[in-house]
Every structure is written in C-alpha cells, then in structure tokens.
C-alpha cells in the first residue's frame, strides 16, 4: 500500500504510518541504527521515549535563556551605574555613588524580563515559528495523527536518503502505508 508521486519532482522526505506507539518506537530505534539523523516523529499525544529516541532531550534553549540572563544582568547594573555615578551622581546621606547593594532588585528584574524574552524569542526561532503550513500536511492520512495513528517521516535532506532505498527500508518496518511527502 504505497502512495508515491512522480520521480522528478523534489520532495520533503519520506512518512511511514504505524496504528501504535511501539511499532513507531521501534521504528525510529531502527531507523536510528541505520544511519538516519534527519527525522521527526508525529503521535496524538505526547511521548517521552519518542522524544529521547529522535534526540530533541538536548536542547539549546537553556544556554539562549542563559545569555540573556547576564545580558540582563550587565543591562540592569550597568543602565543604574551610568545613571548613579556616571550621567548624574547625587551624594545622599553620604553613601557612596556606586551603591551596588541597592541596585540588586532593579537589576534582578532587568535579568528576569531580558531572560524571559531571550527564551520566548529563542523558542520561536528554535520552532521554526511562525510556520502556517508544513510539507506533512500534503499527506492526506496525516489528518489521523491527531486521532490514532503514529507518524515516523525521514526527511530527504538526511545524508543517508535515497528515495528508493529509504521507501524499502520503511516498508520492511512493516507500517500502515508510507507515503512521499510532496516539498
């Protein structure tokens, strides 16, 4: 049962489509052991090993929100030091200008805010987002990822793709159908 479009026209990669969550496991450790790095798997309903076995636990939003953490930190300090010492210094009560202890909540606020937009930011670029539209929805069974089905789609960027040698190595996964996913 294979649903395929003419060979010369470029296409997102290839989706296989499995009725449980371990067949799709299976899969993706299979898939994984014969090279294949460019994939992405699609599920009803979120599953922990499907996200450890596709690689997505190492993230690179932690060190994003890390950054503009100390941004935030030299922003906050820094933007109280000029205005203190620097632009406009007042001896009150005969502190010192650079009256850090006193800077410490403004400047943990400027870190907390400057962090929290690094890490909506870092999201939606991470994401891909804004993105109305993407190449697996040309598959029309797709449309049972949200109900029952469990998707594995190697895409045709992978070093190891070949349309045809990927087709059969899917297809000796034993799924419901794999389908070309038009680019």
Known sequence: MSQTMPQHRPIY????????SHELLRAIRAS????YTKMDAYTPYPIEEVWEELG???SKLPAIVLTGALIGIALGFGLQYWASVINYPLNIGGRPLNSWPAFIPITFEVTILVATLFAVAGMFVLNG????FHPVFNVKRFALASRDRY??????DDLNFDREATAQFLQNL???EVSEVAG
Do not use: D, K, V
């Open 56 to 58: 997505h636990h190492r």
């Open 151 to 156: 998707f594995l789609c190697i895409e045709a």
């Open 13 to 20: 990669g290839l989706m296989a489509e499995f009725t449980s």
């Open 129 to 132: 987002l804004p993105m109305p």
């Open 32 to 35: 994984r052991a014969s090279g």
């Open 174 to 176: 034993n799924p419901t």
